[in-house]
């Protein structure tokens, strides 16, 4: 028999799996197997029942766990009984971390299946060297060969099967190219000069990175690139005005964050930057469901966080948190799917639906891709509702959104950070001590003390800003350790917060007033505001504006307004200096409320406040001192209280269960 070896080559293209076998050496050809039988029997993931849109596989069951193995084990066996030598696995199961938990990855089933030679594989992008990192350099579980190539044609594997040798090889093909002169070069090239000319030009810019991310990324947390393609479904789904069946403040939008492929550098958009961050030719649509629908579907598509999953909710107008410090309560399997339904609720909660109380009971229109709408991946709760299909691809809704609505531009006040719609619990703190007050002779170059509150994190939006306006005096946390950054902002919290951004002296108790009454007097004797509020009254956007720009001396605009919705000097004002922007849609909602996070950005990103005037010479100077008898500390909150909580006997704070959060941009 003359000597010949088998040689197989695999690469994965995308998310496909190719291989072709050739035989080398002496006597290579036609009949090169020289009766040696090579068997090869393929294997999908599981979750393809998840991952693939679900009207395109109706009828087709795929199998996991050990239904999965004893699949395998019998396709081997079956194979065997052929007389095959040599028995290939082309598998698409992957060695990442997400499949983990189901037993589904291709080391979990060479651990159960026996008699495959080589399992070649995909799905996790894995390349060799992170096969063999995974099974202790051996590249091997048990007796068969694992390989895989990466992703993208970034490499090309070799396989030789040389009688009882088994050799196994990777190639990047990076550098390899067709002869110039060839057909294969000449038409390639021109192809790609066709691509490039449409789809390479730029049609926009982005002033900040937009984070494609997986993990930490758009599998794990918020970022700015989820914020944005939600911000423009959303936009793309309402912009024509058409009656939906429920209040426009019921319409929020979401995406899956496995749909989300890649970043956005900071610079030149083209269209192929936002095809390769959304490739799979998703389009735009809407369902409507019940709010308890939509907090199922939030549940069940966080039950790893903090580790990452392809169903991680993006989301717009809609604000909640998701306690990691809870186990996720598994029920049933949904039908069809490698994902069980939560049994009860109790990671997550919705903060807020477009600044209002969420209901459960309510209906809502959730714009999201068509995948997810027909219950993909772990949104089987949307399965039940009437699909719209926008026929929009979601690429070009993007495309849109930008070119349209901002111009031409992805704005950093917009877009430079996660506009704070997620907020993921990942530690229970325990209850803060109240501060000591600072000693009188305390040197202000000190290193700040560390924050810790037991719902803000590092991986929060609004964490620096927090962290500065409490190392800076200006607010402080609650007794139980906890900051409620999604409360709104009363008129009493907003005067003492902003007067002590300002400068101003501490305010005088009113004899016979409660905490604020002190505030509220002062900020009219300055001409903050014309007339009383009512400390536990909310204070509006507008509002805000108003308050903080008189406080900071800083003049109304008179330029034309770039808001729809308002034209007011103050808030034009603060927003050409970069301290406000505006909603998605291009509003401001001057009448909304806004949060104690907002309320921390806003202020750090306020200028300094202009030194306090010297008083004319004559002219006494503002006497701010208590009344004679009265005691400052008897009406004012004791550090380490909550600056927006009177004193029991006339608390009007919401209860926990109560507190609302406005997640509008600030």
């Not at 598998?91 to 971390?97: C, P, W």
């Not at 900040?208 to 914020?227: A, M, S």
């Not at 409490?470 to 402080?476: A, E, H, K, Q, R």
């Not at 204070?539 to 808001?563: G, N, P």
Request: hydrophobic content about 35%; charged content about 25%.
């Amino acid at each position: 028999m003359a000597l010949v070896h088998i040689e197989v080559f695999q690469a994965c293209v995308g998310v496909q799996l190719v291989a072709f076998v050739r035989c080398a050496g002496e006597g290579a050809g036609p009949r090169c197997l020289q009766g040696r039988r090579l068997g090869v029997f393929g294997l999908s993931p599981p979750e393809t029942a998840t991952k693939a849109h679900p009207a395109k596989i109706k009828g087709v069951t795929f199998v996991g766990g050990e239904d999965l193995y004893a699949l395998a084990q019998g396709e081997v066996k079956s194979l065997q009984g052929e007389g095959c030598d040599y028995i290939i696995c082309l598998g698409h199961l992957g060695i990442d971390d997400e499949t983990a938990a189901t037993k589904n990855r291709s080391i979990d089933l060479l651990e159960q299946v026996n008699g495959i030679d080589v399992f070649i594989d995909g799905h996790s992008h894995s390349t060799l060297e992170e096969v063999k990192e995974a099974t202790g350099g051996a590249g091997k579980v048990g007796d068969t060969y694992l390989t895989s190539t990466g992703t993208k044609l970034a490499n090309v594997g070799r396989i030789i099967l040389d009688g009882e040798t088994i050799t196994i090889d990777s190639v990047s093909t990076e550098g390899i190219e067709a002869p110039e002169d060839s057909e294969v070069a000449k038409r390639a090239a021109a192809i790609a000069e066709e691509i490039e000319t449409e789809y390479g030009a730029a049609f926009a810019a982005s002033k900040v990175d937009l984070n494609g991310d997986r993990d930490p990324g758009n599998r794990t947390e918020e970022t700015n690139l989820g914020d944005l393609i939600t911000d423009a479904i959303l936009w793309y789904a309402t912009k024509d005005g058409e009656d939906m069946g429920v209040a426009k403040e019921n319409v929020v939008a979401l995406t899956n964050g496995g749909g989300i492929r890649a970043p956005i550098a900071i610079g030149d958009i083209s269209k192929n930057d936002v095809n390769t961050v959304l490739p799979f030719g998703n389009t735009v649509a809407y369902i409507t469901i019940k709010g308890e629908a939509l907090l199922e579907a939030l549940e069940a598509s966080t039950y790893t966080t903090p580790d990452a999953v392809g169903g991680f909710p993006q989301v717009a107008g809609i604000s909640f948190t998701i306690d990691t410090t809870k186990t996720y309560d598994q029920g049933d399997l949904y039908p069809g799917s490698t994902y069980y339904a939560p049994k009860s609720i109790n990671r997550v909660t919705i903060d807020s639906v477009n600044g209002q109380d969420f209901d459960p009971e309510a209906t809502y229109v959730v714009v999201t891709n068509d995948f997810t709408a027909a219950g993909g991946d772990t949104y089987y709760a949307f399965s039940v509702a009437t699909v719209v299909d926008t026929g929009t691809p979601m690429d070009e809704a993007l495309m849109a959104y930008i070119t349209e609505v901002l111009e031409g531009t992805v704005p950093a006040d917009k877009y430079a950070e996660p506009a704070g719609r997620i907020t993921v619990v990942t530690e229970a703190a325990e209850p803060a001590e109240p501060e000591e007050p600072a000693e009188p002779d305390a040197k202000p170059d000190e290193p700040a003390a560390a924050v810790t509150f037991s719902d803000v994190t590092e991986a929060n939006w609004h964490y620096a800003f927090v962290t500065a306006m409490v190392n800076d005096g200006i607010v402080t946390g609650y007794p139980d350790g906890t900051f409620k950054p999604g409360d709104s902002v009363n008129w009493g919290a907003a005067l003492k917060m902003v007067l002590a951004y300002a400068g101003y002296e501490d305010a005088a108790p009113v004899e016979g007033g409660t905490w604020a009454s002190g505030y509220i007097a002062l900020a009219k004797s300055e001409g903050l505001i014309d007339g009383d509020v009512e400390q536990n009254a909310n204070i509006t956007r507008v509002e805000m504006c108003q308050l903080l720009a008189k406080a900071l001396k800083i003049e109304a605009s008179e330029k034309e307004s770039t808001f729809p919705d308002t034209d007011d000097g103050y808030v034009l004002a603060l927003a050409e200096l970069g301290v406000i922007g505006g909603n998605p849609d291009g509003t401001f909602n001057p009448n909304g409320e806004l949060t104690r996070a907002q309320l921390c950005k806003i202020l750090a990103e306020a200028p300094e406040a202009p030194a306090a005037e010297a008083p004319a010479e004559g002219e006494d100077a503002v006497d701010t001192e208590p009344a004679g008898g009265e005691d400052a500390a008897d009406t004012e909150p004791t550090e380490g209280e909550a600056d927006t909580e009177p004193t029991e006997a006339d608390s009007t704070e919401p209860t926990e269960a109560d507190s609302k959060d406005a997640p509008k941009a600030a």
